[in-house]
């Protein structure tokens, strides 16, 4: 059985062509051609079954079949505020693997100890897009450009919200734990720091905000194993069947 393949497409219930990036992978790559039929995805929580109608060297027109709703594979709003890394790689490869396993928005916090102050959007918008189609992922998350850290805990937020880090003298409980605490407001917010953690000030800034202040385990982990492990965490206890 030929295995049917999956387009992000912004507009896809308005438009009735590829965008260039897609229209290339699919005359080009995969050399589909006029009745092949694909599954387009609007990152919206739409899919649609689709057929090509002209396929001609930049171009890739189609008609739409049949739009197929998705539902919500968790519960919840499910954010993630880190510190970027100095290695930008690294930053993707937590991007990438938080878009599989499944998130709503992403921040990046300008905090005292930060080794990265710049985020290019544009080069991660791309590694977001390629990780929906891999994952099958229905909705497309939210990504925010560089913030300052006390301008982030001051804006209001709602659900819960956590901050990560390694000091013992500021009381921590694991995340998990607070994960699965019954609440009303099952969104949840995660502050994970630079590779030298954050500022001892800054943890006491964000838990006078309302932040809880939590630890990710026993092990102390790189700024994208943190990130990926808070975003693990979330995602288990707010599966659909969860919290």
Not at 120 to 131: D, Y
């Amino acid at each position: 059985m030929k295995e049917v393949r999956f387009f992000y497409v912004p507009d896809a219930q308005t438009a009735t062509e590829l965008p260039s990036d897609e229209a290339m992978h699919a005359l080009r790559v995969l050399r589909m051609k006029i009745g092949d039929e694909m599954m387009l995805m609007d990152g919206q929580g739409n899919y649609y079954r689709a057929e090509v109608t002209l396929a001609h060297t930049r171009h890739c027109f189609y008609e739409i079949k049949e739009q197929l709703p998705q539902q919500r594979q968790w519960q919840g709003h499910i954010h993630l505020a880190v510190s970027p890394t100095k290695m930008m790689e690294r930053v993707e490869w937590m991007t990438e693997k938080a878009v599989e396993v499944g998130i709503d928005e992403l921040s990046f916090l300008n905090c005292q100890f930060s080794e990265r102050r710049l985020v290019k959007l544009s080069r991660l918008e791309k590694i977001v897009v390629s990780a929906l189609k891999q994952s099958r992922k229905a909705w497309a998350p939210q990504l925010n450009e560089v913030i300052s850290f006390e301008q982030f805990i001051q804006q209001p937020r709602s659900g819960r919200k956590y901050i990560a880090h390694c000091y013992d003298e500021v009381p921590r409980t694991f995340l998990f734990d607070e994960l699965q605490k019954p609440s009303d407001n099952i969104d949840a917010t995660v502050l994970i720091g630079p590779e030298g953690d954050f500022s001892i000030d800054e943890v006491r800034q964000a838990v006078a905000a309302g932040y809880v202040s939590v630890h990710l385990g026993r092990s102390r982990l790189r700024t994208e194993t943190a990130g990926l492990s808070a975003v693990m965490m979330m995602q288990l206890s707010r599966e659909n069947g969860g919290v």
